[in-house]
Each structure stands twice: as C-alpha cells, then as structure tokens.
C-alpha cells in the first residue's frame, strides 16, 4: 500500500511539473535541458560510459537548436542542420530497432556509445522541444497530445494486457509485455487522438490518428529498447530519481524514442500541405 502511495505521488508530481512547464517557453526550455542531462547521466551508467564529451554534445547541440527557435533565427545553414540532423537520428533509430530483433546483445564500442548519446538522448530531447515549435512560435499542443497519446498508449496496454495478455510481445527483452497489451495500448490511443484533435486547434483528426499509431509503434519500441539496455546492464531501473518508478529515463524512454518519428511526420506535412 505504501509503495502504491509513493509511485502515485511521485507519477503525479512529474506529469504536474510537465504539464505545468509546458505553457511556458522558457520554462519547458529549461526543463526539456534539466531532464536531458539527467536522463544523459542514467544512459551513460546504463552503456557503462564514463566520458564527460556526451554532456558537452547535448549541451551544444540543444543549446542550439533553442536558441534558434527563441529568437526566430530563419537562417538557411540552421535550416540545414535540422534536416541533416532528423535524418542521422532516424538512420541510427532504425539501427536500434534492428538490434532490439537480434538475439545477441547491442554491441557498445566507443564509437557507438557516442552514436547513441547523440542520436538517442541528445535528439530525442532536441526533437520534444521543435516539436512545440512546429507553428514556429511556440505553441504546446501538439506535445501535450503526443504526451498524452504516450501516457493512454502505456495506461490501457498495462491494464489490457495484466487482464487479457496471453501472447507475450518480447518476452526475453520484458516478459510482462504483451501482443494483447500493445494492442489495447494503440486501440485506446487511436481513441483519444479523436478527443485531442477536437480539444486542440491544430492538426485534423486523421493526422492525429496517423500521430497516434507512430507514437504507439515508437513509443512501444523506445520502452523495449531501454529495456534491453537495462536487460544487458543487469539493473531493474536506470536511476532512483523517480521514488517507486525508477529512473526518469524508465518515464521517458518511449516520448524520446518517439520524439524524432513525430517531427519527422511533421516536417513530411509542412512540405506536401
């Protein structure tokens, strides 16, 4: 009983200050960079990583992209680094999710270990934060119904899956997930994006229910990811941040690997609309 007391209070204080933060730019700005750097520090113990150059990669990188989209910086070279930047994240995504199907560990040579700093902690959080500038003013919307397509998707697969779960999903990666589960999981968050798209004045409801099956797919495949991340590292969390939930990179892992799909998705509508 305590410990459900605990991982509620503590579930209710991160989506409180993440909901709260999000109505402000500065204030999602910092966030974003605070949470960034903690979720960087769970990775690197995870890959057993010892090097300070990750930190110092995300700092410049964010930094820059934040400073950007602040102060409206319309620069073709920018532009560029966005574009060039979205498709090194997706190639090295898709090289994630390529290992996650082998049976044989993720290799962590040092060059790879830089990969996935950059690719995977530093873009994923890079990629949150263009997302809310996708009007290029800041507007929140479209990352608040993403967050919220992820915590539906996440809720009803649990809930699904602990009731009706037969066929396990991945089971040497995370037994307790199941096909059933995922399935409940997308169902319910194809639901909601109905209820997001009249909530929110931003995209229609067909380009929320395409958004809600790449975070559903994505945001599915970031959690087993860090979980056969955590699988090789042989911890149960990535971190004691979060008092009866783990590590903040266990509450974020799925919002991040998804970050760069959804971004991408947007740019793909800004060109053909």
Not at 32 to 44: A, C, K, P, Q
Not at 61 to 81: L, P, Q, R, S, T
Not at 162 to 174: P, V, Y
């Amino acid at each position: 009983m305590k410990e459900t007391i605990t991982r509620s209070l503590s579930g209710l204080l991160y989506v409180v200050l993440l909901i709260t933060c999000l109505w402000f730019e500065q204030s999602i700005t910092v966030l974003l960079f605070v949470f960034g750097l903690i979720s960087m520090n769970e990775f690197l113990k995870l890959i057993q990583f010892k090097s300070k150059i990750p930190y110092f990669i995300f700092i410049l990188i964010y930094g820059f992209i934040a400073y950007v989209k602040h102060f409206k910086v319309e620069h073709i070279a920018a532009n560029e680094f966005i574009r060039i930047f979205i498709v090194l994240t997706i190639f090295v995504l898709l090289f994630l999710i390529r290992d996650l199907f082998s049976r044989k560990t993720i290799p962590l040579f040092s060059s790879k270990r830089y990969l996935l700093t950059t690719f995977y902690i530093t873009s994923g959080f890079s990629f949150l934060f263009l997302i809310a500038h996708y009007f290029k003013t800041y507007n929140p919307n479209i990352l608040l119904g993403s967050l919220i397509l992820v915590w539906v998707n996440d809720t009803f697969a649990y809930l699904v899956g602990k009731n009706f779960g037969k066929q396990k999903l991945f089971e040497k990666i995370s037994p307790k997930k199941t096909v059933e589960g995922f399935l409940g999981g997308l169902f319910f968050a194809c639901i909601a994006s109905f209820f997001i798209a009249s909530c929110t004045n931003t995209l229609n409801s067909t380009y929320w229910l395409i958004l809600s099956i790449i975070v559903s797919v994505t945001g599915t495949l970031g959690d087993l990811i860090e979980s056969k991340f955590k699988r090789q590292a042989q911890v149960k969390d990535s971190g004691t941040i979060m008092p009866g939930h783990g590590g903040l990179l266990d509450r974020l892992d799925s919002i991040i690997f998804a970050a760069p799909f959804i971004y991408l998705f947007l740019r793909i509508l800004h060109y053909v609309s």
